[in-house]
């Protein structure tokens, strides 16, 4: 079992609508869930991140985590065409006192004008 | 501050030669990763530094690689004996020490083709 797991998609989407992007994870004693975005060609950029259970919002984006399911999400909604990219799931992890982010292989989203 | 600054953007080299990655870190960031990022997939995770002390290294990582952060600032990742499998963007991230969330701020990239 891949220690996070993403779809990899694609995904479309129609302008305008809400585009959920979906992560599980493996590891119980993950503290801190974030998404990242990368556009094609780019390296990843921090959209948010979570680390309590339930909704967290941040304009357009919100990041759902559920820790008894091991269960992270992604909402955007009024998807733009400006969203079209590959969305990251990570997960901190602590080990021994070392700390490190674990990605999914990502799910590509496109928008559709 | 500019953020993360990583050289060269782009290396193209022959089987077998060794290459070097250099990662300007944003100054008031104590932490720094590398990870290593193929077509199609997440970020792999290849070590992590906390100031000038390597702290965790992936199996990932084969006595080819070996990865220095001198004086805690810069940092450098060498391939040795390069081999086609390389071929893959090499992505250096710093965070800074705070408890809570570690937001990771990565750099360009540097891309590894290697014939």
């Known amino acids: 079992q891949k220690e996070v797991e993403q779809n990899s998609g694609p995904l479309s989407v129609p302008e305008g609508a809400i585009a959920s992007l979906n992560c599980t994870y493996s590891?119980?004693?993950?503290?801190?869930f974030f998404w990242y975005r990368q556009y094609s060609g780019k390296s990843p950029e921090l959209i948010m991140f979570?680390?309590?259970?339930g909704d967290k919002e941040d304009g357009r984006f919100t990041a759902q985590l559920n820790k008894a399911s091991q269960y992270v999400s992604l909402l955007i909604r009024d998807s733009q065409p400006s969203d079209s990219a590959t969305y990251l799931c990570?997960?901190?992890?602590?080990?021994?006192?070392?700390?490190?982010?674990?990605f999914g292989t990502g799910t590509r989203l496109t928008i559709i004008p | 501050d500019t953020g993360v600054s990583q050289n060269p953007r782009h290396k193209i080299t022959k089987r077998g030669q060794n290459v070097t990655f250099r990662c300007d870190p944003i100054?008031?960031?104590?932490?720094l990763y590398w990870y290593r990022q193929t077509l199609g997939q997440g970020p792999e995770f290849l070590t992590y530094?906390?100031?000038?002390?390597?702290?965790?290294k992936s199996r990932l990582l084969s006595d080819r690689f070996s990865a220095e952060r001198p004086k805690g600032s810069f940092s450098t990742l060498e391939i040795q004996r390069t081999e086609q499998g390389d071929s893959a963007m090499y992505l250096c991230?710093?965070?800074?020490?705070?408890?809570?969330?570690?937001?990771?701020?990565f750099g360009a990239g540097s891309r590894l083709t290697v014939l």
């Open positions: 991230a710093s965070s800074p020490r705070q408890p809570g969330a570690n937001v990771l701020t």
């Open positions: 590891d119980r004693g993950s503290q801190s």
């Open positions: 979570i680390y309590s259970n």
């Open positions: 990570a997960v901190r992890s602590l080990n021994f006192g070392n700390e490190k982010l674990t």
């Open positions: 100054s008031e960031h104590n932490r």
């Open positions: 530094f906390q100031n000038e002390a390597q702290l965790e």
